[in-house]
């Protein structure tokens, strides 16, 4: 079993920054890839940014230029670096996690989620 722990949400202003981290322990042989995802009140959940350990990345469009999104392979830790963020990106915050328990077992996590609110 693998259990991954989001931090570091809170409450900012509008132009402000805030740094995601997502801890993840357990059965780990390999994680192969981290995502960020965030849920608002009333939509549907969305990914922000992607991950492989490999180092490669995908943002949403909405997020490009802003948001950075890392993982340190020795640590099993994606952090989420969120600059100039805007009142839209108020939502709950989950992290994923694409994980090898063995060689050969491969299963899909989530974190608890991590409020943001940006406020204007």
């Known amino acids: 079993q693998v259990q991954l722990v989001e931090s570091g949400g809170g409450l900012v202003q509008a132009g402000g920054s805030l740094r995601l981290s997502c801890a993840a322990s357990g059965s780990i042989f390999r994680i192969n890839a981290m995502d960020w995802y965030r849920q608002a009140p009333g939509k549907q959940r969305e990914l922000v940014a992607h991950?492989?350990?490999?180092?490669?990345?995908n943002y949403a469009d909405s997020v490009k230029g802003r948001f950075t999104i890392s993982m340190d392979n020795a640590k099993n830790t994606s952090y989420l670096q969120m600059n100039s963020l805007k009142p839209e990106d108020t939502a709950v915050y989950y992290c994923?996690?694409?994980?090898?328990?063995?060689?050969?077992?491969?299963?899909?996590?989530w974190g608890q989620g991590t409020q943001v609110t940006v406020s204007s």
């Open positions: 994923n996690a694409l994980v090898l328990s063995t060689p050969t077992y491969m299963s899909n996590y």
């Open positions: 991950i492989t350990s490999g180092g490669s990345t």
